[in-house]
């Protein structure tokens, strides 16, 4: 894990062949916790960051930048470390990643809109209004 800058982390970096995504972490020194950007497809590099010195359980959101699987494919996992956290993602791509989800691991059936994610509610979202939906993993 590399701080490239302050309070912003390279989690897991991408390499030429690799099938996970890169993960960035934000902390955000504040009651919202950790923002994980993309959780990828393996657990491995997010348990990682208890060796430097967070918590998974600190973390409160995670952005799924878009509807590949490599981007949220382990969010069931990360939700079983961590009941708390919620992820966002696009509106128009809730409905890709509910439908793949349903392929690969048991989803809730309820995807919740969200009607914005206010900027103030954390600083990951670096000041952007961002029309999201909120998924349930289970």
Known sequence: ???????????????????????????????????????????????????????????QHCLITHGHLDHFGVCSEL?????????????????????VLKTYVKLNENLRKVAEVNPSDTKALLDLTLAAYQLEFV
């Open 79 to 99: 939700k079983k470390l961590n009941k708390d956290v919620r992820f966002y993602a696009h509106e128009l791509d809730a409905e890709k990643i509910s439908d």
């Open 1 to 59: 894990m590399e701080e490239i800058v302050e309070d912003v982390y390279v989690v897991e970096g991408h390499s030429l062949g690799d099938m996970n995504c890169c993960i960035y972490m934000v902390d955000t020194r504040s009651d919202n916790g950790l923002v994980l950007i993309d959780a990828g497809l393996y657990i491995e590099p997010i348990q990682s960051i208890d060796k430097e010195g967070f918590d998974v359980k600190h973390i």
